[in-house]
């Protein structure tokens, strides 16, 4: 069963904030984040490995929180490159699942 | 340069004729999967192994098969081709199996049109 994946779309203009949330019914191993250029394969962009584990590079971090088997992404400040489909994947029992996706619009 | 290999990236062809799209790593990877990508549902995934001669089902095996006889090649097989696999495919891997605490890589996709 694929993550819950919420928004499905935002558009926002440069320098805004924007949180995208992932959650899954399943028990849950680690979370990953990956972003999607249009016709490009996914690109990774961060593992968290334990519950209540954050991270961060850039201005782009997330939040595992393993209790309530959910994920956020936070984009902070965001630039033009930010713009593109997120993807939340969550790791169970039976391998790596991943949501529908998140299109992120941003506007100069 | 590490890298995930797919061919071809673009196929044309009509229903029932049988095809194969080759995926190739050469990080020595253990864990390799396919997924296929359609509009508004994300990645879902195929097939995935562990390891050579692992194979095991992800959320939409049917019509399609896979192979693992060597660590680096995962090819993916569809024996008999409908419309309703027309999509973009990705093959992926990762270093250690199950890919739970590993990072994916993404071959560049293949785009399939089945007429």
């Known amino acids: 069963q694929q993550p819950v994946q919420s928004p499905q779309a935002v558009i926002l203009r440069e320098g805004e904030d924007a949180v995208i949330n992932c959650s899954s019914s399943?028990?849950?191993?680690?979370v990953h984040w990956y972003r999607q250029k249009h016709g490009e394969a996914p690109v990774f962009l961060m593992i968290l490995l334990k519950g209540g584990e954050q991270k961060g590079h850039d201005k782009i971090s997330a939040s595992f929180n393993e209790k309530k088997q959910q994920s956020s992404l936070y984009l902070t400040a965001s630039q033009l490159s930010y713009s593109g489909t997120y993807f939340c994947?969550?790791?169970?029992?039976?391998?790596?699942?991943f949501g529908k996706g998140t299109h992120l619009i941003i506007q100069p | 340069e590490a890298q995930v290999t797919q061919n071809p990236r673009y196929l044309i062809t009509v229903t029932g004729k049988k095809l194969t799209v080759t995926c190739s790593q050469n990080?020595?990877?253990?864990?390799m999967s396919w997924y296929r990508q359609d509009p508004g549902l994300g990645l879902r995934q195929i097939y995935y192994s562990m390891n050579v001669e692992v194979t095991d089902k992800g959320d939409v095996p049917e019509g399609y098969k896979v192979s693992r006889k060597e660590k680096r090649n995962f090819p993916l097989i569809l024996e008999s081709p409908s419309p309703n696999q027309t999509s973009l495919y990705f093959c992926a891997s990762s270093l250690k199996t199950s890919g739970r605490r590993e990072t994916q890589y993404f071959g560049p996709g293949t785009r399939l049109l089945v007429l």
């Open positions: 990080m020595n990877h253990e864990y």
């Open positions: 994947g969550f790791s169970g029992a039976d391998g790596l699942t």
């Open positions: 399943k028990a849950l191993y680690s």
